[in-house]
């Protein structure tokens, strides 16, 4: 047995169950079920004989939800029944109503504006982390700051972001908006 059938077995197949039970729920047809789950092991199984993924359930289940979204796509006409879970797939949907795209455009930007208010290292590890979704040892490395602080700036950037949007209805300034008085120090 080669290195890539072991990493297959060990690493992949042992979430079989779970990998079964999410298509359960987000595919109509049941009887296709199996097809899929081959298809996806055929997928994952090629890809990590190019590169093993660092992550090889997220990989898996990341392979199941592009190869559904890519057949409900294909499918183009999709009946009310196609997907039991549209939600545990994460998929967008081209049809979205002018109100539903406003708000979500104003969340955006929100989100946007809090991001833009995070102290400068805050945001450079907060992008790092949730955007490009490095590793936290990856970016302490990239950044030369220790992992304990990298961990406290994403938990510091979640947490300003959060107050940011839940914390606006309050009349004290929130803590981000402290962070960007003047004669304020940023802390770590």
């Not at 879970?85 to 002018?98: C, K």
């Not at 290292?121 to 490095?134: F, N, P």
């Not at 959060?162 to 940023?186: C, K, V």
């Amino acid at each position: 047995m080669g290195d890539l059938d072991h990493w297959f077995i060990h690493e992949i197949l042992v979430h079989e169950g779970a990998l079964l039970r999410f298509l359960q729920r987000a595919w109509h047809d049941r009887g296709e079920i199996h097809d899929l789950r081959q298809e996806i092991y055929v997928r994952v199984y090629e890809a990590a004989g190019k590169t093993r993924p660092a992550q090889p359930k997220a990989f898996l289940f990341a392979t199941a939800r592009h190869l559904i979204t890519d057949r409900l796509r294909r499918s183009r006409v999709v009946s009310i029944d196609a997907v039991g879970d549209l939600d545990a797939l994460n998929v967008l949907i081209d049809e979205i109503s002018p109100e539903r795209r406003l708000d979500a455009r104003q969340i955006l930007k929100r989100l946007a504006d809090a991001f833009d208010r995070l102290p400068a290292r805050c945001r450079e590890v907060v992008w790092l982390r949730k955007v490009e979704e490095l590793p936290q040892k990856a970016v302490a490395a990239r950044l030369g700051i220790t992992e304990k602080t990298v961990e406290k700036q994403v938990a510091k950037g979640i947490r300003l972001i959060a107050d940011h949007f839940y914390g606006s209805d309050r009349t004290q300034p929130s803590a981000m908006d402290r962070q960007h008085e003047p004669g304020q120090q940023q802390a770590d």
